[in-house]
């Protein structure tokens, strides 16, 4: 667990009331929301989300629609998102977060393949071309 997590869980504990708990570092946004944000921060067009993964136009557009309740899309659906729109490291986690996943497994291979074309600031295309030198092509 995180630095953050493991604060909010001593609180937990020490409080006697849930009201009474100081917690940081909240998830206060869905992942439709945050998924949004950052399409719209980065000037993606659903149809690029779409030719640079496997997930249909509805799909996405389900994803992106803060009042779909029951759309919960998996882990590896949501790291497909981030490569296709070339976020960051930091933006592929808080994606991962809000979809309620753990961040990236440095401990997994096609994983790290990731995270450090993430950092090299390598584009989507690139580091799935990465995973398929590496033999990971069953990541997704």
């Known amino acids: 667990m995180g630095r953050v997590t493991e604060e909010n869980k001593r609180e937990l504990e020490r409080a006697l009331h849930f009201d009474d708990a100081k917690l940081t570092g909240m998830v206060d946004n869905t992942f439709p929301v945050v998924l949004g944000r950052m399409i719209q921060k980065k000037n993606i067009s659903v149809m690029r989300i779409v030719e640079n993964t496997s997930i249909s136009k509805s799909y996405v557009n389900k994803l992106r629609n803060p009042s779909e309740q029951n759309v919960n899309p998996s882990r590896k659906v949501v790291i497909d ?3 296709a729109i070339n976020a960051t490291l ?4 808080t994606l991962l977060k809000a979809a309620r996943y753990q961040e990236l497994y440095a401990r997994d291979e096609a994983e790290a393949v990731i995270i450090w074309g993430l950092i090299h600031r390598q584009s989507g295309s690139e580091i799935r071309r990465s995973l398929h030198e590496k033999g990971c092509d069953g990541f997704f």
């Open 81 to 83: 998102i981030a490569l």
């Open 90 to 93: 930091e933006e592929t986690n």
